[in-house]
């Protein structure tokens, strides 16, 4: 086989609870992560030695800074030392985001160099070495994939509440969203700094995942946003106060909810019909570049 190709969806954060801080840095971490269908294609073949990342975006690294090359190098240091692959990312997930497009394009390159060269690795040997690689990589890589044609690689989508710092996972029940849009404002949050000044003490609404995960079991979509939340929001929004603003207007403009993804900046709503959710994709694209109107992400049966 010459090359793989691997669709590397995106995640939203249905529900974010910070529990407390661990002695190793780290956050104690509750969320329901949910992949959406946004997705970068990543395309990768193999070449005699050395890791080699091309790109059609100009704002994420080619070296070793990006999780893409790091995902290479530990499956490739653990199956073949010195073999080599050439990684071409379309990048299609905003980056800096707070939609793991970092994340998810490592969890591909896992996938896709196991499947390119044969290497054998079981689901929890690269669960392993996605939890080495970053907090998201774990979820990202979760979805289960599958070759859709000949060297073609898709997920089969994957929604799950995550512990510990995002690699305990517990998969929940497939649910498709219809009716998202998603707005990414024109800047970028450190997520080191947004947990580094989180204070659980000055939080006015945490998420009440129990209630969450009942009406999630029972397939009742409409009614999950009555138990959203994002404990993040209390940094983000105090420091970019646009990620609130835009909140708000989705709201008003008839969104069942709208919450902050991750560490942000972007924020999600979720539309009763696909109407609604136009008319606003539509007022925000005025305003903002990237703007995505979408679903739940899901391949296969």
């Not at 290497?119 to 859709?148: K, W």
Request: proline share 5%; aromatic share 8%.
């Amino acid at each position: 086989m010459q090359t793989v190709t691997i669709e590397a969806p995106a995640k939203i954060n249905l529900t974010l609870d910070v529990k407390g801080k661990r002695s190793d840095g780290y956050h104690e971490l509750e969320t329901v992560m949910h992949q959406i269908n946004l997705f970068d294609r990543i395309t990768i073949e193999p070449r005699p030695s050395g890791i080699k990342i091309d790109t059609n975006s100009i704002s994420i690294p080619h070296g070793q800074e990006n999780l893409a090359y790091k995902a290479a190098l530990v499956i490739l240091q653990e199956y073949q030392p010195g073999a080599g692959v050439k990684i071409f990312i379309e990048k299609n997930i905003p980056v800096g985001a707070g939609l793991a497009g970092g994340s998810t394009d490592a969890a591909a390159v896992l996938a896709g160099i196991n499947h390119l060269y044969n290497c054998g690795f079981s689901r929890p040997q690269l669960l392993e070495m996605a939890t080495a690689i970053g907090s998201d990589v774990a979820f990202c890589l979760s979805g289960q994939y599958f070759e859709s044609q000949p060297g073609e690689l898709v997920s089969r989508g994957f929604t799950a509440i995550a512990r510990g710092r995002g690699e305990l996972l517990e998969p929940l029940p497939m649910r498709i969203i219809p009716n998202i849009v998603i707005v990414k404002p024109d800047f970028e949050l450190s997520t080191a700094q947004v947990y580094s000044e989180l204070d659980l003490k000055a939080i006015e609404q945490f998420p009440d995942t129990r209630s969450f995960l009942q009406v999630w079991n029972k397939g009742d979509i409409i009614n999950i946003s009555v138990y959203m939340a994002n404990v993040l929001e209390s940094v983000s929004i105090r420091k970019k106060p646009e990620i609130g603003i835009i909140k708000s207007r989705l709201i008003e403009m008839g969104a069942l909810s709208a919450l902050m993804s991750g560490s942000g900046p972007s924020v999600f709503a979720i539309f009763p019909d696909n109407e609604t959710a136009l008319k606003a994709y539509q007022v925000f694209k005025k305003d903002y570049q990237e703007v995505y109107l979408l679903s739940s992400y899901k391949r296969g049966d």
